[in-house]
């Protein structure tokens, strides 16, 4: 009896889950800015990699506990396909992140000079603001089907999804003066310094378009 109940009337639901998911897309996020500022002074990140690692790994225990409850067939108001899509795209998010923590962890650029900082400085709360406005989106997305999928909810998940991708918009231009400062620096530093640098910016140009992506996922959630 109590089986069957607890089917019926599982203690998390799917968007609950996605939330706690996105909690941890949150938490990560806000540690991108004194990862950055730390490895421009050349400082130890040690902790804040691993404190972006022990996050990921709790984020796929979260991305099982979803699969699984899917597996007990319970009705929503939303696909599972759909659902598991969207965790899927905020799942690279997390990755990418960790991606980003870890590589710092690799190599220290002594190259960098205050222009190219200040261009990683743009980049980083960019790329903290498009994420920021994501994570809105996915509380906003509980509210529109609580509300059962109200007009005003739905309205305020396209414009944050607008200001999403000006911001990516934002991050393109940012990560081509950093391209030109690679190239006009490309016979005074050392070239791998250079490639890992351009390989490092790739990352957040990888979230930022991810963000676009699932932003408009999310839209298309609800239509």
């Known amino acids: 009896m109590t089986n069957f109940i607890s089917k019926l009337f599982p203690k998390d639901t799917p968007m609950s889950l ?3 998911h996105n909690n941890i897309l949150k938490e990560v ?3 991108l800015d004194p990862l950055v500022d730390k490895y421009i002074k050349n400082e130890d990140i040690f902790e804040i990699v691993k404190f972006i690692s022990k996050k ?3 984020a796929d225990k979260i991305k099982f506990e979803l699969r699984k409850l899917f597996q007990k067939k319970i009705k929503t108001p939303y696909a599972a396909t759909d659902m598991l899509e969207m965790l899927h795209k905020y799942d690279f998010l997390i990755d990418s992140i960790e991606d980003i923590a870890k590589k710092m962890s690799l190599n220290q650029i002594d190259c960098l000079d205050s222009e190219v900082e200040d261009y990683l400085k743009d980049l980083t709360h960019v790329i903290m603001k498009s994420l920021k406005y994501l994570e809105k989106m996915t509380q906003k997305a509980k509210k529109a089907i ?3 999928f109200a007009q005003k909810y739905i309205d305020d998940e396209i414009n944050e999804t ?3 991708e000006d911001l990516e918009v ?3 231009k940012i990560s081509l003066k950093i391209g030109k400062w690679i190239y006009s620096h490309k016979h005074e530093h050392n070239t791998l310094d250079l490639i890992f640098l351009k390989e490092l ?5 990888e979230i930022a378009d991810e963000a676009e992506n699932t932003a408009e996922l999310m839209n298309a959630f609800f239509k």
Do not use: A, G, P, Y
Request: neutral net charge; charged residues 35%; glycine residues 0%.
């Open 201 to 205: 910016v790739m990352l957040f140009v």
């Open 56 to 58: 990921e790994s709790e």
């Open 29 to 31: 996020t806000e540690k």
């Open 170 to 172: 934002k991050v393109d």
């Open 146 to 148: 609580n509300s059962s």
């Open 18 to 20: 996605l939330i706690k």
């Open 162 to 164: 607008i200001k999403i």
